[in-house]
C-alpha cells in the first residue's frame, strides 16, 4: 500500500511523542494493582476460593478510581519537555 509511511525515531524519544509515558501509564497502573489487590484480600478474608473472582462493574469502576487519582498537576507536567 502506497499510504503507508514508516518513520524511524532515534533511541529515548518515547518520552517526546508519547507523553503519557512519562510516568501517568505507571501511576494509573499501581493505583488500579492496588485497588485490585484490596479486592482479592478482601474475598479471600471471606473465604471465597477464587480470590480474583470480578465482574467488568468492579473493573470499571476500579478504573475510573484510579484515573480520578492522576492529578491535573502530573498530566500538566507530562507535555513540559
Given at each position: ?21 512519562t510516568g501517568i501509564i505507571c501511576c ?27 465482574n467488568l462493574l468492579e473493573v470499571m ?10 492529578s491535573a498537576e502530573m498530566i500538566r ?5
Amino acid at each position: 500500500p502506497t499510504n503507508i509511511h514508516i518513520e524511524m525515531f532515534e533511541p529515548n524519544m518515547t518520552s517526546f511523542i508519547q507523553p503519557l509515558d512519562t510516568g501517568i501509564i505507571c501511576c494509573f497502573k499501581a493505583h488500579y494493582h492496588h485497588a485490585f489487590c484490596l479486592c482479592a484480600i478482601e474475598l479471600d478474608k471471606t473465604g471465597d476460593d477464587d480470590i480474583y473472582k470480578i465482574n467488568l462493574l468492579e473493573v470499571m469502576l476500579m478504573v475510573k478510581e484510579a484515573w480520578a487519582s492522576i492529578s491535573a498537576e502530573m498530566i500538566r507536567n507530562c507535555w513540559k519537555h
